[in-house]
């Protein structure tokens, strides 16, 4: 275990308060992508985020508004450094990350799980999910939703609809 | 010019990725539906992320990408198969995404270069992978103008499916190990899509495939003339 100074505490957090570029609601910290904060010398600091997915391209706007909220908080040198081990996983997201993106209308990734993709039958009108731990509603609360498509808007979403209310909705995919 | 077995392999692996990632990407703004149209693009999406990271380990990204001789690329020559309809994507896609998925695997329990990426992307290509088993169980199992599409991608890929098993410098796996498995995968998902495991050649003198040594075939060339036509119009252009 690594022990923070004071100061990298701060600048983790302020780190961490970056909003995510795709997500706004959540803060990088929420979605558990700034690994570490470490002080090189006077004024210079070096954070280490991960991608969620390996080809993300929010990446790049993530560093750059890291870069951004230290400068303005003093750091003269930021260098933002992209590491891969131990690879990102949605149950890398925090409690409070998870209840925002249902208040943000996307249904969280199902927490502890294997990640992966879910087998599923094919029924004769519609994809059959299996009965446990359903995904549910991020509207309505109902566990009756149906998969229409495994990649949506981005890459670590699938596109889903509720069969109470028949609002299409997004399901932040276990990874 | 000599290359290190680990950078020899990081081009095989990352050219995989990109060329794939691109022919996915001629999807956009032809796909069937919607959903696959998004679909198409976050796989080659997925793909592209995975090329970097390759790339990178072996060299220049963008140089290696934009300014490389077609014969090169040490991509498998499956990868490289033009679109041609839906059902052929989505086979080119069972064949390669469960070879790529187990190989990830494989490596992602090693401690090689190549661990920490395939410790990441072998979670995003399991999603790959159950993207073109669902298909297949669809377009096989559907009506018979799509089985009879999907039964004609499967013999006409066929024969470029022996490359993935040849061994690769730098690559540790056990090729036997993992093309039984591919077999024993990929039949099953065609049994139960109702189609018909090929029986055409896979290896010996009528193989295809000599990709990894940097002979193509005839799209690929236009493929690449068409990938490359910008970066090298306007050398070091950027948005």
Known sequence: MVTLTALETELLALAGSVPDPELPVLTLRELGVVRAVRVR????????????YTGCPA???????IERVLHDHGVREVTVRRVLTPAWSTDDITDEGRRK???FGIAPPRAGRAAGPVGLRLGPIRTLAPETDPVRCPHCGSADTELLSRFSSTACKALRRCLDCREPFDHFKEL | MTVSTSTAAALALGDDALVLSH??????????????????ANIALDLLGQARVLLSLAGDEDELAYLREERAFRNLQLVE??????????????????????????????????????????????????????????????TEESHERAQRACEALWRFTGEMFRPVDG????????????????????????LTIPEGPRTGAWRAGAGRQGLHTESFGRMIAEMQHLHRSHPGASW
């Open chain 1, 41 to 52: 010398g006077a004024d210079a600091v070096e954070v280490e985020l991960t991608p969620t």
């Open chain 2, 81 to 142: 198969q033009p679109n041609d309809d839906f059902a052929h994507t989505i086979v080119r896609q069972l064949y390669f995404s469960t070879y790529q998925h187990l190989l990830y695997a494989e490596l992602a329990a090693g401690d090689g270069d190549f661990a920490p990426l395939a410790a990441k992307a072998v979670k995003e290509v399991a999603y790959h992978r159950d993207h073109a088993e669902q298909w297949t169980l669809r377009l096989g199992d559907g």
């Open chain 1, 59 to 65: 990446v790049e706007a993530m560093s750059a508004d």
């Open chain 1, 101 to 103: 993106l249902r208040e």
């Open chain 2, 23 to 40: 022919r996915l990407g001629e999807w956009a703004g032809h796909a069937p539906v919607l959903e696959e149209e998004v679909a198409l």
């Open chain 2, 171 to 194: 690559v540790d796996v056990d090729g036997e190990r993992l093309e039984a498995a591919w077999l024993a995968s990929v039949g099953e998902t065609l049994r139960r899509a109702t």
